[in-house]
């Protein structure tokens, strides 16, 4: 779950990373009272899950509140990558000598938390590991040992910070870490950790990212969960229970357990097509379940045909097949070519089930690929008859 600027500060500044004071906005005359009440020139920054909003117009300073009333206005609304502004951060603007990049990631290969920082703050990481690896420096933190000073002090001292600031600046890597751990956060970022012409560190931005396989022990985090940023098709797909990621392909594919889901999709490529999406809805579906996974994928335009690959198990093969003909019911003026493969426990009362529907199940399942694969590829003109 990826949280917004003004929430993954609310964090750093609970462990005690300098942040500028601020408050979020939804209106031009919200933005307008923030800006009164902090009393000083503003910062007025879009809200939007992505980055790279300062080249696009999406942070601006504001000398007055009008002036902050004014740029809201033009930010709010705007369309920052395909995301639409709906809301604002109005922070104290601070001035900046110069600006740092820090974060840390869980890092899986290694084992441990990675803390990077570069000098070339205020560029996205990834383009400068990209023009010029050599300028991040890196830093391990053992999860059983945890953060020591001498690995702040000694990028501190490397980014050419003074002594004081070198001990902030390792109080701040701390607390980073400290946040990232606390909240099973698997990246978070300071970007840019701004250092002022007094020489003060700033973190005037920041990106976290949660794991969601955490997000059990963290129930008070769904509420930070925006609702209108999501997709709403992987929103359903998440309030249902059903693991799904659209793809770009034509074949839509239900399937129960990860790793047939991956096979499918290896042997749908392998007859020709491109899959759909990745879908898993879980081992011991019921049929409604089954329906929302059909009814989720033939949302996507670009299907053109849906492959079922169902193993049963504690998934019933019956089940499943009720769940596909209660779906087909719903969806009428939705025909497209459905191909299901059942093989398992309750087989023949599945197939049984999908005979009455005028629908046939195969039980291999290269035959069920290739099969759903020529029914995708010859119904290219539109899939509604
Ligand atoms: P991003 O483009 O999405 O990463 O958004 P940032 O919050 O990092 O803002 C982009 C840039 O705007 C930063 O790198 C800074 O140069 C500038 N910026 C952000 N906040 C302030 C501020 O308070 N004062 C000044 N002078 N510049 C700021
Ligand atoms: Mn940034």
Redesign the pocket.
Do not use: W
């Given at each position: 779950m990826n949280l917004h600027?003004y929430q993954a500060k609310e964090f750093l500044r609970q462990e005690g990373v300098p942040i500028?004071p601020g408050e979020v906005a939804s209106t031009p005359a919200g933005a307008a009272e923030i800006a009164k009440k902090i009393g000083h020139p503003v910062?007025v920054?879009a809200q939007v899950l992505t980055?790279?909003?300062?080249?696009a117009g999406g942070?601006k300073?504001a000398q007055t509140p009008a002036e902050a009333e004014a740029v809201a206005a033009k930010i709010l609304g705007m369309d920052i990558r395909g995301h639409l502004v709906r809301k604002v951060l109005v922070?104290d603007?601070?001035?900046?000598a110069r600006?740092i990049y820090l974060g840390a990631i869980v890092d899986r290969s290694t084992r441990t938390i990675v803390l990077m920082v570069s000098a070339e703050g205020?560029v996205e990481i990834e383009e400068v590991a990209r023009t010029s690896p050599e300028k991040i420096m890196r830093a391990s933190i053992d999860p059983y040992l945890g953060y020591s000073d001498y690995q702040g002090r000694e990028i501190g001292f490397a980014l050419d910070l003074d002594a004081r600031q070198v001990r902030t600046f390792s109080q701040i890597a701390r607390a980073l870490v400290n946040a990232l751990v606390q909240n099973d956060a698997n990246l978070l970022e300071i970007?840019?950790l701004a250092v002022t012409p007094a020489g003060e560190l700033v973190g005037?931005?920041a990106k976290m990212v949660i794991d969601d396989n955490a997000l059990f022990r963290h129930a008070d985090f769904e509420k930070l969960r925006d609702l209108e940023a999501e997709d709403p098709i992987e929103r359903r797909a998440r309030e249902e229970g059903i693991n799904y990621i659209k793809l770009d392909g034509t074949v839509g594919c239900v399937v129960n357990g990860a790793g047939l889901a991956m096979a499918t999709m290896d042997v749908i490529k392998l007859y020709g097509a491109e899959p759909a999406n990745f879908l898993d809805i879980g081992g011991g579906a019921r049929a409604e379940r089954v329906a929302a996974a059909l009814s989720l994928i033939l949302s996507d335009p670009k299907v053109k045909a849906v492959l079922f690959n169902i193993f049963g198990g504690i998934t019933r093969c019956d089940e499943v097949a009720r769940g596909i003909v209660s779906a087909l019911d719903s969806l009428r003026g939705a025909r497209i070519p459905i191909v299901v493969r059942l093989a398992g426990v309750n087989e023949t009362k599945g197939r049984e089930i999908l005979r009455k529907a005028n629908l046939v199940a195969v039980s291999s399942m290269s035959e069920a690929a290739q099969a759903v694969v020529e029914a995708a590829n010859s119904n290219q003109g539109g899939r509604r008859r």
């Amino acid at each position: 779950m990826n949280l917004h600027e003004y929430q993954a500060k609310e964090f750093l500044r609970q462990e005690g990373v300098p942040i500028p004071p601020g408050e979020v906005a939804s209106t031009p005359a919200g933005a307008a009272e923030i800006a009164k009440k902090i009393g000083h020139p503003v910062v007025v920054k879009a809200q939007v899950l992505t980055g790279g909003r300062g080249k696009a117009g999406g942070v601006k300073l504001a000398q007055t509140p009008a002036e902050a009333e004014a740029v809201a206005a033009k930010i709010l609304g705007m369309d920052i990558r395909g995301h639409l502004v709906r809301k604002v951060l109005v922070a104290d603007a601070v001035d900046i000598a110069r600006e740092i990049y820090l974060g840390a990631i869980v890092d899986r290969s290694t084992r441990t938390i990675v803390l990077m920082v570069s000098a070339e703050g205020g560029v996205e990481i990834e383009e400068v590991a990209r023009t010029s690896p050599e300028k991040i420096m890196r830093a391990s933190i053992d999860p059983y040992l945890g953060y020591s000073d001498y690995q702040g002090r000694e990028i501190g001292f490397a980014l050419d910070l003074d002594a004081r600031q070198v001990r902030t600046f390792s109080q701040i890597a701390r607390a980073l870490v400290n946040a990232l751990v606390q909240n099973d956060a698997n990246l978070l970022e300071i970007n840019p950790l701004a250092v002022t012409p007094a020489g003060e560190l700033v973190g005037l931005d920041a990106k976290m990212v949660i794991d969601d396989n955490a997000l059990f022990r963290h129930a008070d985090f769904e509420k930070l969960r925006d609702l209108e940023a999501e997709d709403p098709i992987e929103r359903r797909a998440r309030e249902e229970g059903i693991n799904y990621i659209k793809l770009d392909g034509t074949v839509g594919c239900v399937v129960n357990g990860a790793g047939l889901a991956m096979a499918t999709m290896d042997v749908i490529k392998l007859y020709g097509a491109e899959p759909a999406n990745f879908l898993d809805i879980g081992g011991g579906a019921r049929a409604e379940r089954v329906a929302a996974a059909l009814s989720l994928i033939l949302s996507d335009p670009k299907v053109k045909a849906v492959l079922f690959n169902i193993f049963g198990g504690i998934t019933r093969c019956d089940e499943v097949a009720r769940g596909i003909v209660s779906a087909l019911d719903s969806l009428r003026g939705a025909r497209i070519p459905i191909v299901v493969r059942l093989a398992g426990v309750n087989e023949t009362k599945g197939r049984e089930i999908l005979r009455k529907a005028n629908l046939v199940a195969v039980s291999s399942m290269s035959e069920a690929a290739q099969a759903v694969v020529e029914a995708a590829n010859s119904n290219q003109g539109g899939r509604r008859r």
